[in-house]
Nanobody, 119 residues
Framework: QVQVLESGGGLVQPGGSLRLSCVVSGSSFSSYTMGWYRQAPGKQRELVASISSGGRLDTHYADSVKDRVTISRDNAKNTVYLQMNSLRPEDAAVYYC???????????WGQGTQVTVSS
């Protein structure tokens, strides 16, 4: 069973930064497309950023976070990161990590990590 574990959430003031981490168990991490999603109370879960597997490491960002967020991965550590800068109150949500087998419906979710942006 693949396990996905997020960490790094917390309380930060507007304008501050956080780095989220997500560790995935098993030996197939490098083949997964990795994504960070978020869900605020009363809202649908939305994609924040994703990064492909393989050599190209294509990234995709939601318009709402573009230029403020960077997704990266370290295949040697089975870890994907989400560096978030210039945080805004509207960024507050539970952030979830998703590991997806490309061209497949199979994916694995973590339990989420809470990000609160408040003064």
């Amino acid at each position: 069973q693949v396990q996905v574990l997020e960490s790094g959430g917390g309380l930060v003031q507007p304008g501050g930064s956080l780095r989220l981490s997500c560790v995935v168990s098993g030996s197939s991490f490098s083949s997964y497309t990795m994504g960070w999603y978020r869900q605020a109370p009363g809202k649908q879960r939305e994609l924040v950023a994703s990064i492909s597997s393989g050599g190209r490491l294509d990234t995709h960002y939601a318009d709402s976070v573009k230029d403020r967020v960077t997704i990266s991965r370290d295949n040697a550590k089975n870890t994907v990161y989400l560096q978030m800068n210039s945080l805004r109150p509207e960024d507050a949500a539970v952030y979830y990590c998703d590991a997806r087998i490309p061209t497949s419906v199979i994916h694995y979710w973590g339990q989420g990590t809470q990000v609160t942006v408040s003064s």
